[in-house]
């Protein structure tokens, strides 16, 4: 069984810079491809990020592309999202999910789920 547990959400101003970070346990981490979606209020799930898993390949949506940096640590069995050049409407609870192997943009191909850490950007 893998658990997954996400921090560093929070309150940040429009045009603040916060990274989620989601630690990983029970199983070898290297063997799972890493994503991040979001939910906000009254919305579906969304892909924000994905790694592969030596972290050399990531996919990104286009609402986050250069703003936003998926990476992963596979030492500390660590993924992260780094997020600048926040806006309002990231505003939203941020989960990570695990998959074996091969990386996708597809929530429901993500075998594991975090918690979730919300994150709010004011204006």
């Known amino acids: 069984q893998v658990q997954l547990v996400e921090s560093g959400g929070g309150l940040v101003q429009a045009g603040g810079s916060l990274r989620l970070s989601c630690a990983q346990s029970?199983?070898?981490?290297?063997?799972?491809?890493m994503g991040w979606f979001r939910q906000a209020p009254g919305k579906e799930r969304e892909f924000v990020a994905a790694?592969?898993?030596?972290?050399?390949?990531?996919h990104y949506a286009d609402s986050v592309k250069g703003r936003f940096t998926i990476s992963r640590d596979n030492a500390k069995n660590t993924v992260y999202l780094q997020m600048n050049s926040l806006k309002p409407e990231d505003t939203a609870v941020y989960y990570c999910a695990a998959r074996s192997w091969v990386l996708s943009p597809q929530a429901s191909e993500y075998d594991y789920w975090g918690q979730g850490t919300q994150v709010t950007v004011s204006s």
């Open positions: 790694v592969n898993l030596s972290g050399g390949t990531t």
């Open positions: 029970g199983r070898t981490f290297s063997r799972y491809a």
